[in-house]
């Protein structure tokens, strides 16, 4: 039974929770069967941090609609306190929100991305690192996942190993040292969520859609039907704890 701390960086909106449950909620449902247990921390709220991560095999960050480009005194606490953790040698998995925060405390840039928002079904494709690192064992080259993102990491801050990335977002995946790892995309996240997660945005994502002078009324049922189901994401959760503990 792997012991996991998992930092709930933020809630999901209020629709999407009453149809198919929070953030935290789709990390348990990945793996808890597999015989994984979680303790949930409510980062955002400002709960209290452990004094230490040695109780636990691993520690993972959740995504969040808050942003690294405006840092909150919580923000930082949990980023020392993850690298805390990496430091004792308890491995670290930042998904979304936990990956631009885990790069931002190693000195990278987190920026709105220029390319707008990537919200769907995305492929990624293994950089030659990746393609070696225990956290995509058994991938091919080229998959896909669920992402929905805005910020982006602008660039890898020094000692850090792009491990994934694709057109709207090159850096979707880092590797800083043996212990921590960080994925832009959304391995938690299952078709009927992702679903879930444009339908709860579409009037922003159709008002971003007009600003760049796409047609009306076609951005979102573009992306409803482009969401294919992602068992690589799964497949990278599992990884990180049989291979990283």
Aim: aromatic share 6%.
């Amino acid at each position: 039974m792997k012991n996991v701390l998992l930092l709930k960086a933020g809630d999901a909106a209020r629709p999407v929770q009453l149809s198919v449950g929070d953030y935290d909620q789709w990390f348990v449902e990945s793996l808890g069967p597999d015989g994984c247990r979680f303790d949930i921390l409510h980062a955002h709220q400002g709960a209290e941090l452990p004094s230490s991560a040695a109780d636990y095999d691993a520690v993972m960050m959740t995504g969040s609609p808050k942003s690294v480009t405006q840092l909150e005194p919580w923000m930082e606490r949990a980023a020392d306190f993850m690298l805390g953790a990496a430091a004792r040698g308890v491995p670290v998995l930042g998904v979304c929100f936990g990956h631009q925060l885990l790069a931002h405390a190693h000195g990278a840039r987190v920026v709105r991305n220029t390319q707008g928002r990537e919200i769907g079904t995305v492929e990624v494709r293994l950089s030659p690192e990746g393609r070696k690192d225990p956290l995509f064992h058994e991938l091919p080259e080229t998959f896909v996942v669920q992402a929905t993102h805005e910020d982006i990491v602008e660039r890898p801050p020094e000692g850090a190993t792009v491990l994934a990335g694709n057109e709207n977002t090159a850096v979707q995946a880092l590797a800083f040292g043996p212990l921590i790892r960080g994925v832009q995309f959304h391995p938690e996240v299952h078709p009927a969520a992702m679903r879930a997660l444009i339908l709860a945005r579409q009037e922003k994502l159709e008002a971003e859609a007009a600003a760049r002078g796409q047609p009306p009324a076609e951005r979102v049922p573009r992306l409803l039907a482009g969401i294919t189901p992602a068992p690589a994401g799964q497949a990278i959760l599992r990884n990180f704890l049989e291979r990283f503990t």
